[in-house]
Nanobody, 125 residues
Framework: QVQLVESGGGLVQPGGSLRLSCAASGSIFRRNPMGWFRRAPGKEREPVASITWSGISTYYADFVKGRFTISRDNAKNTLYLQMNGLKPEDTANYYC??????????????????WGQGTQVTVSS
């Protein structure tokens, strides 16, 4: 299993930027694709971005393409999400998780344990 701690969220104005981090414990991080997900109030959790274990390939939901960048540092067991051009509709709690890739789509692994607390991103003027 893996333990996940997300951080870096906050309140930002439309058009602003944030960089989220996800610190992961456990060996599964280095050998597994990872992904970011988000859940807005009253909505289901949805995929945002994913990255292969090597970091070479990345995938994005259409609504964040060109604005968000996912990356990872396997030496530090840390996943990142650089978010630029934030919009009010990006307001949500953001989570990370090990994922299984299905072509350019991804789902959270069913065996990774439990979700972290997430980090809240609020985009508002």
């Amino acid at each position: 299993q893996v333990q996940l701690v997300e951080s870096g969220g906050g309140l930002v104005q439309p058009g602003g930027s944030l960089r989220l981090s996800c610190a992961a414990s456990g060996s599964i991080f280095r050998r597994n694709p990872m992904g970011w997900f988000r859940r807005a109030p009253g909505k289901e959790r949805e995929p945002v971005a994913s990255i292969t274990w090597s970091g070479i390939s990345t995938y994005y939901a259409d609504f964040v393409k060109g604005r968000f960048t996912i990356s990872r540092d396997n030496a530090k067991n840390t996943l990142y999400l650089q978010m630029n051009g934030l919009k009010p509709e990006d307001t949500a709690n953001y989570y990370c998780a090990p994922v299984t890739l299905y072509g350019s789509s991804w789902l959270p692994r069913t065996d990774f344990g439990s979700w972290g607390q997430g980090t809240q991103v609020t985009v508002s003027s």
